[in-house]
């Protein structure tokens, strides 16, 4: 079965450091079919940023590797900004607590302004600790991810969300979230979504989900929005942490083999789903969105 030709292939969630792969990576994804990236912000020092001046050093980075990907691979990169949820709980040993807080609201301010002037896409990853922290930690974080949420409405984007495995409690809970920010559920996304959740329990929020091959023949039938993604760290110490960044165009391509009705099931993660979450379209051929 031939792929569709106006079909983009679309990983969107990844991660991608000058000092690792980076560019190689992009032709790996390029070479087994792919042509759109989401390239979230990492740190790219083996340390959070403790100013604001390293977090805007740090997106730039990002951004000046997605545009050496878009130059030299011909891989169109959508960049998504905003300081990881877990810097706070690293730095604030360092320079406390509250001085902690408020370099992560000033890092998200920046990334809503990113979005504003069209350098970014979406703000994330935002949300919180996947694991247990110390009860005023926690509240910090919290409030950090209510500040995001609320820089996400301002800035008229979706929020790439951080988070715990969630069920369908979990959802409706982030969707409160979001909610009581001013941020429709519609513009809220559950990255790393481990576990297939029907889309009548995700409360409208659209799940990430991880690539894998169950889980992906099990969003085939999900009306969505769904995304695919593999979460591809780049970080040659830690291989095989997470997939690999050609899978989501390797899956595509074994699903256009086994049947023509199933690859246009993947207009979902690839056409619709980026257009009623993002409000925009990647086409093939098309170099920025519209
Ligand atoms: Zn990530």
């Known amino acids: 079965m031939p792929f569709p030709s106006d079909l983009p292939v679309v990983d969107h969630h990844c991660h991608l450091s000058p000092t690792g792969e980076g560019v190689a990576a992009a032709r790996r994804f390029r070479s087994a079919g792919g042509t759109h990236l989401f390239l979230a912000t990492q740190n790219y020092t083996g340390r959070p940023p403790s100013s604001i001046a390293e977090y805007a050093e740090q997106f730039e980075v990002t951004e000046r590797l997605g545009r050496q990907i878009q130059d030299e691979v011909g891989v169109v990169v959508y960049s998504v900004v905003a300081p990881y949820p877990i810097d706070l709980v690293h730095v604030s040993s360092s320079i406390g607590l509250p001085a902690a807080l408020d370099l992560q609201r000033s890092a998200l301010d920046l990334a809503g302004r990113w979005v504003r002037e069209h350098r970014a896409v979406a703000i994330g990853e935002v949300g919180r600790p996947h694991f247990e922290v110390d009860a005023a930690t926690r509240a910090a974080c919290d409030e950090v991810f209510r500040h995001a949420l ?5 800035s008229d984007c979706p929020a790439v969300v951080h988070c715990e495995d969630l069920d369908a409690g979990g959802y409706r809970a982030i969707a409160e979230l979001g909610r009581a920010a001013g941020l429709p559920a519609h513009r809220l996304i559950k990255h790393y979504a481990r576990h297939y959740v029907a889309e009548s329990d995700r409360a ?13 023949d099990r969003a085939l039938a999900d009306p969505g929005p769904w995304f695919l993604e593999t979460d591809f760290l780049d970080d040659p110490a830690r291989p095989g942490a997470v997939l690999d960044l050609a899978t989501v165009p390797r899956r595509a391509r074994a699903i256009a083999e086994r049947s023509s009705g199933a690859v246009e099931q993947l207009r979902v993660p690839f056409v619709d789903a980026i257009r009623q979450v993002y409000g925009w379209a990647p086409e093939i051929g098309k170099g920025a969105r519209p």
């Not at 609320?150 to 301002?154: I, K, L």
């Not at 409208?204 to 992906?216: D, K, N, Q, Y």
Request: avoid cysteine; proline fraction near 6%; aromatic fraction near 6%.
């Open 150 to 154: 609320a820089v996400a409405r301002d």
């Open 204 to 216: 409208g929020i659209a799940p990430s989900f991880l690539a894998r091959r169950e889980l992906v």
